[in-house]
C-alpha cells in the first residue's frame, strides 16, 4: 500500500477508519470480544499512517476496555450481555450439532441438510432429504446419528413435512429428571384467553403437551386424573385451574381433604370441603347445567359457545369423599349429580375434572367412568387398575399406568411423580407435568391481575369453617342433611 496525501486519499483512510471503527463497535457488542482487540490494534495501526489520527486508534483500543467495566458494573448492561452470551452459545451448540451430523450422513453416502433445534429434554433434528436419496435412508441412519452424538434416543417425529425427516433426540430422561422452572400457565406470557389450550407436561420428545379447558365444537372437556397417592395428581388439576381462572372461567371446586386446592380459595366461585356441602355443589350445578340446556333449547342451539357464557370448571379433588361417602343417602344424591354431570355437562359448557387415588369400580361406576373423555393416568400398582383408568391399557401394549416404574427417594417424593400417560387426546403419550405448589397458587393469580371473587358476606363465612351452628349457606359434615331430597328431572339429551 502506498502513501497518499491527496484529498481523495484522505476520504479513501476515513473511510476505511470508519467501516474499521463500525466493525470494532459492533464487535466490542457481541460476544466475539477477544477478537476485538485484533481490529482495534488494526484500526490503530491505520490511524498512525493517517496523520495525526492516533487518538482514533488509542479510543478504539479503549472502548473494549470501557465496555468491560460497563458490563461488570452497571446491571442492565451485564443482563443484556448474559442474554446475548446464552443466544450465542444455543447457536454455537446448534451449527456444532448440525455440523457433526452432517458428518454422520456423509459417511454414510447421505448429503443431506441438517438444522439442529435444542428442547429442554433433547433436540429436534431436520434432515432435508437429499435429491436422489429417500426416507427410509435417512430412518436407517439413525442409529448412527443417536450413537454419535450421545442421544438416549432418536425416533421419528410424526410431524414431518414433504421433503424432511423430523428426528427427535432425546438427552434426559423424562422418568428420571422432575422439570424444573415455573410451570409455563404460571408464566408472565401466558395468553389467557378463554378456549385457549394449556401447555401441562412435556412427552418423551420434550415435546409440549397441551390440554383444553374448551373446544368450540364440542363444549366442556370431562377429564379423569387418577393415580396413586404422591403420584402428582394435582400436577395437571392445579394448571388447568390456573388456566381456567386466569381466562375468566367460573371455577367451583370440592376439596375434601382442605389442602390439595386451598390456595384457589378467594379465586373460587364456590369451595366446599364436607361431603354434604360437596354434593349440595353438584346438585347446583346439575341446576346451572339445566338451565344453561333450557337457554341453548331456546335458541336452537345443540352446544355452548363462549359468546353464551363463561365456561364453569369443576373440580372434585378426591372423588371417594363422594361415592364412597358413609352416608347413604348423600352417596346416592352425590352419585346421581356425577351421573348427570358426566352425561350432559359437554354441552352445556361445563368442564370437569374429577381426580381419585382409588381408581376403582367403587369409586367411579361405570356409568360416570364411559362419559370421561381424556385419561390422565399417573403410577398405579397394578394393570386392573390401569384398566380402570384407561380401558384396555393392561393389554394393548400402548403403555399402562401400572408400567410407570418409580419409586421414594430420601425426600420422601415419588421419583416419578407427575409422570403419566394420556389417553384421549391423540395417541397413547407418556408425559412429564410441570408442578406448581399449592403455596404458589395465590401469587400466581395474584401476578395475574386476576381479582379474587366477591362472594356475600354470609357465603364468605360459611366457606371458612363448618360449625355445626351455622345457619346459612353450604351444610356441613357435623350437620344432618338439611333440605329435601332434590326431585332429579329428566334433562334434555347432551
Ligand atoms: N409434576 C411434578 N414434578 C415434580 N414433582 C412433583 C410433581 N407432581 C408432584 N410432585 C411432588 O410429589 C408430591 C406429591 O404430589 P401430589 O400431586 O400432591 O400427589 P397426589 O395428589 O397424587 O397425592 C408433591 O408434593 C411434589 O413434591
Ligand atoms: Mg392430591
Redesign the pocket.
Known amino acids: 500500500m502506498t502513501e497518499t496525501n491527496t484529498p481523495a486519499g484522505d476520504a479513501g483512510t476515513a473511510a476505511v477508519l470508519a467501516v474499521l471503527a463500525w466493525r470494532l463497535l459492533r464487535l466490542v457488542f457481541t460476544p466475539f470480544h477477544r477478537r476485538v482487540w485484533v481490529y482495534a490494534c488494526l484500526v490503530l495501526g491505520m490511524a498512525e499512517r493517517a496523520h495525526g489520527a492516533g487518538v482514533l486508534g488509542a479510543t478504539a483500543l479503549a472502548s473494549p476496555l470501557a465496555w468491560w467495566l460497563l458490563r461488570t458494573s452497571w446491571a442492565p448492561a451485564s443482563a443484556w450481555y448474559a442474554a446475548r452470551e446464552t443466544e450465542h452459545r444455543a447457536g454455537r451448540y446448534s451449527r456444532e450439532r448440525s455440523q457433526a451430523a452432517r458428518a454422520v450422513l456423509a459417511h454414510l453416502n447421505l448429503d443431506a441438510e441438517v438444522v439442529v433445534a435444542s428442547f429442554p429434554f433433547g433436540d429436534e433434528l431436520t434432515v432435508r432429504i437429499p435429491h436422489g436419496g429417500t426416507r427410509a435412508q435417512v430412518l436407517n441412519a439413525a442409529p448412527a446419528l443417536r450413537e454419535a452424538l450421545g442421544y438416549l434416543t432418536l425416533n421419528a417425529a410424526d410431524d414431518d413435512a414433504p421433503g424432511v425427516v423430523k428426528l427427535n433426540g432425546v438427552t434426559r430422561d423424562l422418568l428420571s429428571d422432575?422439570?424444573e422452572g415455573p410451570a409455563p400457565v404460571a408464566a408472565d406470557g401466558w395468553e389467557a384467553a378463554a378456549g385457549s389450550w394449556v401447555t401441562v407436561?412435556l412427552d418423551r420428545n420434550g415435546k409440549d403437551v397441551e390440554l383444553p379447558l374448551f373446544l368450540p365444537a364440542a363444549g366442556g372437556l370431562r377429564y379423569l386424573i387418577a393415580?396413586?397417592?404422591?403420584?402428582?395428581?394435582?400436577?395437571c388439576?392445579?394448571q388447568l385451574t390456573v388456566a381456567a381462572i386466569r381466562s375468566g372461567a367460573r371455577v367451583w371446586l370440592a376439596d375434601p381433604k382442605q389442602t390439595?386446592m386451598a390456595g384457589f380459595r378467594p379465586w373460587a366461585e364456590r369451595y366446599a370441603t364436607t361431603p354434604d356441602g360437596i354434593v349440595e355443589m353438584l346438585e347446583a350445578l346439575c341446576v346451572e347445567m339445566r338451565a344453561r340446556q333450557g337457554a341453548l333449547a331456546g335458541q336452537f342451539q345443540s352446544c355452548w359457545t363462549l359468546a353464551d357464557g363463561p365456561v364453569v370448571l369443576l373440580v372434585v379433588d378426591e372423588l371417594s369423599a363422594v361415592t364412597m361417602c358413609g352416608d347413604k343417602k348423600l352417596k346416592e344424591r352425590g352419585l346421581r349429580a356425577l351421573e348427570d354431570l358426566a352425561a350432559r355437562s359437554r354441552s352445556a359448557g361445563i368442564t370437569l375434572i374429577l381426580?381419585t387415588?382409588q381408581p376403582t369400580t367403587d369409586v367411579i361406576p361405570s356409568v360416570i367412568r364411559s362419559n370421561l373423555d381424556i385419561r390422565i393416568g399417573?403410577r398405579v400398582m397394578t394393570a386392573t387398575v390401569s384398566d380402570v383408568i384407561i380401558p384396555g391399557s393392561a393389554r394393548d401394549g400402548l403403555g399402562a399406568p401400572h408400567d410407570i416404574p418409580g419409586s421414594y427417594d430420601r425426600s420422601g417424593?415419588?421419583t416419578c411423580?407427575?409422570?403419566f400417560y394420556l389417553d384421549g387426546m391423540g395417541p397413547r403419550t407418556l408425559a412429564?407435568?410441570?408442578?406448581i405448589?399449592q403455596a404458589e397458587v395465590p401469587d400466581i393469580l395474584t401476578g395475574a391481575g386476576v381479582l379474587p371473587v366477591v362472594r356475600p358476606a354470609q357465603e364468605a363465612s360459611r366457606d371458612r369453617a363448618p360449625s355445626p351452628t351455622s345457619s346459612a349457606g353450604e351444610p356441613d359434615a357435623a350437620r344432618p342433611e338439611r333440605r329435601p331430597r332434590r326431585r332429579r328431572t329428566p334433562a334434555p339429551g347432551a
Not at 227 to 235: E, N, Q, T
Open positions: 422432575p422439570l407436561a393415580g396413586a397417592s404422591g403420584s402428582g395428581k394435582s400436577s388439576q392445579t390439595e381426580t387415588q399417573h417424593r415419588l411423580a407427575g409422570v412429564r407435568a410441570w408442578y405448589p
